[in-house]
Nanobody, 128 residues
Framework: QLQLVEFGGGLVQPGGSLRLSCTVSGLTLDTHVIGWFRQAPGKEREGISCISSSGFRTKYADSVRGRCTISKDNVQKTVFLQMDSLSPEDTAVYYC?????????????????????WGQGTQVIVSS
């Protein structure tokens, strides 16, 4: 059964840090791009980071660049998103998603439409 499950959300104070995890089953990380997305109330879903199947290529949205680091452990089948210097503007539901290669080509993209498989999300609230 193909599944992505996010862990690590919660309440954090401004300036604090969180480490989100995305554990996958039914697919392998060495054949899929994994992305992290977030959606705040009343806003569109935003791609914030992704990592290639090899792990050598990463991409970040301007909104999180310099504050977030994506990494993965293929053996644990888990992708991590370390988030630092959090602000209330980072409050959102955070999702991970997996993208397949299309015609043998792997695309590193933050566009949600590129991703086929999605987790259920984990809530992050940044508040004092």
């Amino acid at each position: 059964q193909l599944q992505l499950v996010e862990f690590g959300g919660g309440l954090v104070q401004p300036g604090g840090s969180l480490r989100l995890s995305c554990t996958v089953s039914g697919l392998t990380l060495d054949t899929h791009v994994i992305g992290w997305f977030r959606q705040a109330p009343g806003k569109e879903r935003e791609g914030i980071s992704c990592i290639s199947s090899s792990g050598f290529r990463t991409k970040y949205a301007d909104s999180v660049r310099g504050r977030c680091t994506i990494s993965k452990d293929n053996v644990q089948k888990t992708v991590f998103l370390q988030m630092d210097s959090l602000s209330p503007e980072d409050t959102a539901v955070y999702y991970c998603a997996a993208a397949r290669r299309e015609n043998g080509v792997e695309t590193i993209s933050l566009a949600p439409r590129r991703y086929t498989y999605w987790g259920q999300g984990t809530q992050v609230i940044v508040s004092s």
